[in-house]
């Protein structure tokens, strides 16, 4: 199998690389190394994989067509899996059309790739951001996801919507994951779980908006790693799936846990909530655990442990 990985060098798509060459696949990735974060930083993450010759690396962007028809014309590609992104709630707000270009019509240019080469397989990372502020949980599948509060957010379920019209037009399988936050080695920088650890082991005042009571459905990335590649063959119909450990952390405990295995304490700057911030978000996996034996293994508490280790073991500037 020939897998096409979009965002391939990022924070999921490197270990999901990574996977689909243990498993024998083969992976071409194509990521355009952007300054949203370090692009060192990627390059770091592909540093083990970027010579096997199951991997083939293109430093392309998802809005350049020419290359998209150039990477399709060089492999026999059989899944597309969507990782590339402009990420982040908060940058969304300050450069919404930036966000708009890449998210929606970036990926309008891979599905319609995938119509004009015959794949019928496709993947597309969504997340839990499209439930904007959603007070009804956990959060389903089935709720109404019409009321985005970032742009960001707005993006990702205009991709659903995108991929549902491929699937409805030229039958194209197509699965949308929900991710619920994930984190893990290798998590972009600006990320809580990341940004906070480098923080607390420095001494640095970290920014905490709100009261501290907000909370988040945090996910390992071995449990998410795990699930797409168990299904790579089962991709059929439509379908959106949460993939959340389907338990919430507020914010002040999880600087506790993070503190616990640091063993510092945290410098607070107390901020107001942001504009885009949700209060909570929190899956409901049971259809994910039907249709995709779906079983997230790793609670917040070892999840945390893990990545602090590997924090400690990494990152020169690990204090």
């Known amino acids: 199998m020939t897998v096409l990985v979009t965002g391939g060098a990022g924070f999921i798509g ?92 970036g990926t309008l240019n891979l599905l319609e790739a995938c119509r004009a080469s015959g794949i019928t397989r496709f993947i597309f990372a969504s997340s839990s951001s499209v439930y904007g502020g959603n007070t009804k949980v956990p959060f389903s599948e089935n709720d109404s996801v019409d ?28 699965f949308c994951y929900r991710f619920f936050t994930v984190y893990g080695p290798s998590q972009r920088p600006e990320m809580a779980i990341h940004e906070f650890t480098k923080k607390i082991m420095q001494g640095i005042p970290i920014n905490v ?53 640091t063993g510092k304490k945290a410098l607070i700057n107390r901020m107001d909530v942001q504009p885009g911030d949700v209060f909570t978000t929190y899956a409901d996996i049971l259809k994910a655990k039907k249709m995709l034996k779906y079983n997230p293994q790793t609670p917040i508490e070892s999840g945390i442990e893990k990545f602090v280790k590997w924090y400690k073991n990494n990152l020169k500037n690990a204090q």
């Open 147 to 174: 009321s985005p509060v970032s742009p960001y957010a707005a993006t990702k379920k205009s991709g659903e919507l995108l991929c549902y019209t491929y699937y409805h037009l030229y039958k194209i399988n197509i």
């Open 14 to 105: 490197s270990h999901f690389c990574r996977k689909l060459i243990e498993m024998g696949s083969r992976v071409a990735c194509m990521d355009n190394f952007n300054d949203y974060y370090d692009p060192a930083i990627k390059e770091e993450n592909i540093r083990d994989i970027i010579r096997s010759e199951r991997f083939a690396l293109y430093r392309n962007d998802i809005l350049d067509t020419h290359a998209i028809e150039k990477i399709f014309s060089e492999n026999d590609i059989d899944l597309i899996v969507h990782l590339a992104a402009r990420a982040g709630v908060r940058p969304s707000i300050k450069n919404a059309s930036l966000y708009e270009q890449v998210n929606i019509k």
């Open 209 to 261: 908006f709100g009261d501290g009571s907000s909370s988040r459905d945090y996910t390992y990335i071995e449990d998410i790693i795990n699930v797409m590649s168990q299904n790579l063959e089962n991709i059929k119909g439509y379908e959106v799936f949460n993939l959340g450990n389907s338990r919430t952390i507020s914010l002040k405990n999880l600087i506790g846990l993070i503190e616990g295995q």
